[in-house]
């Protein structure tokens, strides 16, 4: 069982910025970041395959939100700018076992437990 653990969350406010880490026990196929805002769905904020380096972050946080891969520690950093109140959220990191780039959440073998991210207005 991969372990995945993330840091870096915490309080900011409108405009801030904030950087998450994720470390992970093993190399997955491929690792991303995801987000849960309270009352909605679990959506992806961005996504790394670790062989063929493929980067995708969805087009609405494009320039506000970049991944890169973290090599020392198996894992991928989340960097955020110009937080907005709408990025309030719990913060996932998630790795799949094998296969290609894939977007869903259901779609993700290993979880961590979560960092939260408060942006006040």
């Known amino acids: 069982q991969v372990q995945l653990v993330e840091s870096g969350g915490g309080l900011v406010q409108t405009g801030g910025s904030l950087r998450l880490d994720c470390s992970a026990s093993e190399r997955t196929s491929s690792i991303a970041w995801f987000r849960r805002a309270a009352g909605k769905d679990r959506e992806l904020v961005g996504v790394?395959?670790?062989?063929?380096?493929?980067?995708y972050t969805p087009n609405s946080l494009e320039g506000r939100f970049s991944i890169s891969r973290d090599d020392a520690r198996n894992g991928i950093i989340l960097q955020m700018k110009n937080l907005q109140p709408e990025d309030t959220a719990t913060y996932y990191c998630a790795g799949r076992k094998d296969g290609g780039l894939r977007t869903q959440p259901q779609d993700y073998d290993y979880w961590g437990q979560g960092t939260q991210v408060t942006v006040s207005s």
């Open positions: 790394i395959t670790w062989e063929s380096r493929i980067r």
